[in-house]
C-alpha cells in the first residue's frame, strides 16, 4: 500500500481559499492515481477529483468544478487540492486516496490518508 499523508486544512472564511496537499511514499507515487474525497458530518464519502499518473484528471459534480483545482508534483511525489472561493458547504474531513485506476467510487482506491479538516465559516 501507499503510504499517503494530508496537509493544508484548517479554518477559512467563507470566499477564501487553501491549498491541500497529500504526500506519497516515493517508491509507488507513479504507478498509481490520486484522489480526493472529503466526508462532511452524518454524511457520506464523497468523491472531489483525481488526477492519474499521466496528468489525466477528473472531477466530481458542479459544485466544486471552477473552484477547486488537482495538480501533481512528480519530483515531490505529491497531489494537491487547490480550493477557492470556499463555501460553508465546503466543510468537511478531506482525504486523500490512491489506487490502481482513476474512478469516483472510494472502493476502488486502496489506500487511504488519514484526513485533514476544512471549515469554511459563513
Known amino acids: 500500500q501507499v503510504q499517503l499523508v494530508e496537509s493544508g486544512g484548517g479554518l477559512v472564511q467563507a470566499g477564501g481559499s487553501l491549498r491541500l496537499s497529500c504526500a506519497a511514499s516515493?517508491?509507488?507515487?507513479?504507478?498509481?492515481?490520486r484522489a480526493w474525497f472529503r466526508q462532511a458530518p452524518g454524511k457520506e464519502r464523497e468523491f472531489v477529483g483525481a488526477?492519474?499518473?499521466?496528468?489525466?484528471?477528473?472531477y466530481s459534480t458542479d459544485s466544486v468544478k471552477g473552484r477547486f483545482t488537482i495538480s501533481r508534483d512528480g519530483a515531490k511525489n505529491t497531489v494537491y487540492l487547490q480550493m477557492n472561493s470556499l463555501k460553508p458547504e465546503d466543510t468537511a474531513v478531506y482525504y486523500c486516496?490512491?489506487?490502481?485506476?482513476?474512478?469516483?467510487?472510494?472502493?476502488?482506491?486502496?489506500?487511504w490518508g488519514q484526513g485533514t479538516q476544512v471549515t469554511v465559516s459563513s
Open positions: 516515493e517508491r509507488t507515487f507513479n504507478r498509481y492515481a
Open positions: 486516496a490512491a489506487g490502481p485506476t482513476i474512478a469516483r467510487g472510494p472502493a476502488l482506491y486502496d489506500s
Open positions: 488526477i492519474t499518473r499521466n496528468g489525466v484528471i477528473l
